[in-house]
């Protein structure tokens, strides 16, 4: 069974605020990550993404992602695969919903742009050159498959309960 939820109807302040709130939320759970070698995987951002894709957009919930980064970063709550880790599953998420209203393709989107892109940037070009370290991409494919797939799975009963409240229609 697919669960297909419409559109959310939102003005510009209701996008910034609900922006806004997600950031602030995401940053709040950001100590509850788990350290993987030079990662600190976190699947309270994927959740964040999946419904942040949903709520606001991709590009909305791109500028969530990239906030959320920049201050995890800033509080040495992350490390700078935070942002590979987190912009194109947020991205990806956000067109899935925006094409489809399917909560498990919103979530899809989240484990493919995290699992599989933000991985492979991660350890091809965020490690070597922002990092200083060389790593194997398998060394980061799993971990980031990992945490998105908890965290998207989290994201669907999210947006479950969104729905149910009157969030999305």
């Known amino acids: 069974m697919t669960d297909h939820?419409?559109?959310p109807a939102a003005t510009s302040t209701r996008l910034v605020a609900y922006s806004v709130a997600l950031a602030a939320l995401a940053v709040a759970l950001s100590p509850l990550s788990i350290p993987t070698g030079i990662a600190k995987l976190s699947p309270s951002q994927h959740f964040i993404n999946v419904v942040a894709g949903a709520l606001v957009g991709p590009w909305w919930g791109l500028a969530v992602a990239i906030v959320t980064s920049l201050v995890r970063n800033a509080l040495g709550l992350g490390t700078p695969l935070a942002f590979p880790g987190s912009v194109f599953g947020v991205v990806l998420a956000g067109l899935a919903y925006r094409h489809t209203r399917n909560v498990y393709f919103?979530?899809?989107?989240e484990v493919i742009g995290t699992g599989l892109i933000g991985a492979?940037?991660?350890?091809?070009?965020?490690?070597?050159y922002l990092m200083g370290r060389d790593i194997a991409l398998?060394?980061?494919?799993?971990?980031?498959?990992?945490?998105?797939?908890?965290?998207?799975?989290?994201?669907i009963?999210?947006?479950?309960?969104?729905?149910?409240l009157g969030y999305l229609h």
Not at 138 to 155: D, E, M
């Open 157 to 164: 009963a999210g947006l479950q309960v969104l729905r149910r």
């Open 120 to 128: 492979t940037v991660g350890a091809l070009l965020v490690a070597p």
């Open 138 to 155: 398998t060394v980061l494919i799993l971990p980031f498959l990992l945490s998105s797939a908890v965290g998207a799975a989290l994201g």
């Open 106 to 109: 919103t979530a899809l989107g």
């Open 5 to 7: 939820l419409p559109a």
